[in-house]
Every structure is written in C-alpha cells, then in structure tokens.
C-alpha cells in the first residue's frame, strides 16, 4: 500500500527442478509519482502516471521451451495513464494513455497514446510470441496501425553513440533487430524530415529478417505525389537497398535542388520550372552509419516527362556558357514540353539516352554522361538553316534568290561540353560548319553557271 492505492501481488511456482510450473497474478492501482516519496529508491527523473493492473498468468516452462504457447494461461487488462519519462538525451516522453489486453497467445495493444517534442502518435495492434521472445529469444510478432497528426523525425533522433578504445573511435552501425517481425499500417496528416515537410503520408512498412521493406508509401511533397515501394536491409555488414519511387506531378526546380539524390542524378533539372511525371529505380549500398546511399556503388534508371516547363538559363553556368558560343538559341525559350528523358546511371557515372529538342526550325539532339562528382561529357547535335550562321556566311547568302536559298540543306553543328557543372567547357565546330555552307553555295553557283552556259549554247545551236 503506497498512499491510498493498493496493488496485490501473489505467485506460486511448484516443481522447480524439473518442469517449474507457475502461476502469478497482479491486482490494483499505483501513483507512480508516489513510489519515491514511499521508499528510497534513487531515480535520475521523478515518475509520475497512474498503473492499473488485473492479470492472472498459468504456464510451465516446458511448454515455453517448445513454443506450445496455446498452453499458456493468460487474461486481464494493464492500463497506464500520464507517464512521463526523459532518455539519455534529455527527450521528454508522455504516454497520455495506454492499454493492453492480455490472453492465451496474444497480447491486444487496444490503445497506445503518446507525445514526444511536437510528435503525436496513436497505436494500437496485436502483439504475438510474447513469452517466446521473453524467454527464449525468439522473435517477436506484430501487426500495428499507426496515426498520427504530425511526426518530427528529429524528435526520435538519438546522440551518435560511440565506442572508444585506445586508439580509435568507431561510430555504432544501425542496425534492424533480428528478432522484430511486425507490420506496420501507417498514416500521418505531417511528417517533417530535415527540412522538407510531406504531407498525407500514408503506407505500410514490414520488419522481418532484419529488413525493412515499404509497401504503397505515398505523400504529397513539392506540389505533387511521391510514391515508394522497397526494401532496406542490414543482414551484411554493409546495408543495401533496393528502391522504386514514382513522381507524379512533382516540382522539377523544387525536388532536384533540394533531394541530394535526384540533384546528383541530374544537376542540370534544377534550372527547370515546371513540373514532371518520373519513375526511378535504383539499387546500392548504404552508409553503415548516416543509412545514406553510397554513391559510387549506385546503379539503376530513371525515366521521366516533363510538363509544362520553362527555363531559367541565368541559374546554369553551363547554359550561360553554351549561350556565349551559340549565339543563334535562345536557351531560354527552348521548348522541353512533353520530354521524355531517360536515364541510367552505374559505378558513380549518369548515362543520358539521346533526345531531340527542337527550337523554331533548329532541331537538337542531345546525349552524353556525368559523374556524380560533377564532372561531364556532353554532345549537342545542331541542325542548323543557313541564315542562323552569322556574318561569316551573310554575303554569300546575299546574292541568292529566295528559291536558291529555299534549296540549301541544314548545315550539322557539333557542341561538346566537358569540365564540370561549375566550371564547364564548350567547344564547337563553327568553322566546319562555315565551310560546309560556303562548300554548299560554291557548288551551287557551279551548278547555276552550268546551267547559264547549257542554255546558252542550246539557244546557239538554235
């Protein structure tokens, strides 16, 4: 009896040499705020709530042993209100209300309400194998639903926990619990994550086999639909994952600038605006300790069109620079809509399938790779009319006629950019390109003579 609450506690176990057989029950109600004021008991944080109990338990540890749990006895309710306690890191944690329900082979998690930092969290579940985990080691068993109005990630964010010896210091490896096998239904109006804030977060995660796999995750984030489905494991020493994510109306400027992993992939879609509709897979390993992906052992593709889109050229020092040296291409007004970009990237290295872009009456195909350490290697292929070649070829297209000019092929002009994102460099075949023109005209002035000079001499003969 502490105060005014009276908690009974009786046990009688028998046969304990051979087969212990036990049979326990609980009964009442504790403050806990009461038990340090009743006894001197040396806590670094005063509890506080209220603990009610009412379970009776039956079992023989034989049938613990050999997992024939359906012979264990159980039944009753423990329920626990305004509990509030601080970890390590000074985070102050309230369970508002919890309630379990207790029986054969099961407990019931009816109800599980608690508050940490600006995080909110209603849970409630069965949970399965309890006494098999509790004795034997064996894993435990799972199904929950989980609500939420908002989750701040950095809430449940520990210290780096650390071990030391004489001569190094070696950050802990996460790792997923062997012994976990529950499955997670999941549903959050806010989850903020660094700095970005998802929204209607909603999906199933599973924890088994020291994995955890993601199934239908969706949320609204940059204006659009994120969706994810995969897996994350940490069976070898070094974590891998597999992933699939789809983007369905999301904000190209928004979502290449600020995820570092589609910023890598492709650096130049941050000078987008518009919107996109993609579908990325990729594979790798992971940071043993950030569980961030290691870029140089990532492989997989992406595949994506664009929607509605305009450039920021002034924002890309390799647009600014590509301007410089062709002078006849608005980047700015480069029509991207409808573009279908596909693609590829393995050891460290992006491969972008060709594509066709077309500017008035200018046709350009663009291919070529970078790194995710920013360096490049690009081709432009121009299909460029006669008139868009400047000064050098202005008088000799002077002197033809509209239907002389009318017959001139498109002249090929090469651009290669290499250097890095930052710092770019841009060569092209300008002359080349002259040359073949003056090439063009001077046989065409051929063929016009010839022409004169056939005609004179039929008149002649005439």
């Keep these: 009896r502490i105060d005014q609450d009276v ?3 009786k046990a009688n176990i028998k046969n304990i040499t051979e087969n212990p057989l036990i049979d326990a029950a609980l009964k009442g109600t504790i403050n806990l705020g009461n038990v340090s004021k009743a006894y001197p008991v040396q806590l670094t944080t005063p509890l506080s709530g209220i603990l009610i109990a009412d379970v ?10 050999k997992s024939q749990y359906g012979k264990v006895q159980n039944s009753g309710n423990v329920s626990i209100t305004g509990f509030k306690y601080t970890d390590e890191d000074k985070k102050a944690y309230t369970i508002n209300k919890a309630v379990a329900q207790f029986n054969t ?3 019931n998690l009816k109800q599980l309400d608690v508050t940490t930092g600006r995080t909110d ?3 409630d579940g069965i949970l399965e194998n309890f006494y098999g985990y509790l004795f034997k080691g064996q894993e435990i068993k799972g199904n929950f639903n989980l609500k939420s109005d908002q989750i701040v990630v950095s809430d449940f964010m520990s210290k780096t926990t650390e071990k030391v010896n004489e001569k190094t210091t070696i950050q802990e490896a996460v790792k997923v619990p062997k012994f976990l096998n529950i499955t997670v239904n999941a549903a959050a109006n806010s989850v903020l994550y660094d700095n970005l804030n998802l929204k209607n977060v909603s999906g199933k995660l599973l924890v088994k086999n020291e994995t955890v796999t993601l199934q239908n995750i969706k949320m609204n984030l940059f204006n659009g639909l994120f969706t994810a489905n995969g897996s994350v494991s940490t069976k070898s020493k070094v974590p891998t994952f597999a992933m699939e994510l789809g983007l369905n109306g999301v904000d190209i400027q928004q979502s290449f600038t600020q995820l570092d992993l589609l910023k890598n992939i492709a650096p130049i879609a941050g000078i987008i605006n518009g919107k ?3 579908i990325i897979k990729l594979n790798g390993k992971l940071d043993a300790k950030e569980m961030t992906p290691d870029l140089k052992t990532l492989t997989g593709d992406l595949f994506g069109q664009l929607l509605s889109t305009t450039i920021n050229a002034k924002n890309s020092d390799v647009l600014t620079a590509l301007s410089s040296n062709i002078k006849f291409i608005d980047l700015s007004k480069m029509n991207l809509n409808d573009l279908k970009a596909n693609l590829t990237f393995e050891n460290g290295k992006v491969n972008v399938k060709p594509f066709d872009l077309k500017y008035q009456d200018i046709n350009v195909r663009v291919g070529g790779s970078h790194s995710f350490d920013q360096s490049m ?4 292929k121009f299909n460029v009319p006669a008139k868009y070649l400047g000064t050098e070829v202005s008088g000799l ?3 033809l006629t509209p239907s002389e000019s009318a017959k001139l092929e498109n002249i090929p002009l090469n651009a290669v950019v290499t250097g890095n994102f930052s710092n770019p460099k841009i060569s092209t075949d300008m002359k080349q390109a002259v040359t073949n023109l003056a090439n063009q005209l001077i046989q065409q002035q051929k063929d016009k003579l010839i022409n ?3 005609n004179a001499l039929q008149n002649l003969i005439k």
């Design 397 to 399: 297209l002077a002197k």
């Design 7 to 9: 908690f009974d506690v």
């Design 452 to 454: 004169q000079g056939t």
């Design 105 to 107: 082979t099961t407990i």
């Design 56 to 65: 009776v338990t039956k079992f023989d540890m034989q049938s613990i042993e």
């Design 121 to 123: 969290l209603k849970i």
């Design 276 to 278: 996109i509709n993609s």
């Design 377 to 380: 290697n690009y081709d432009l």
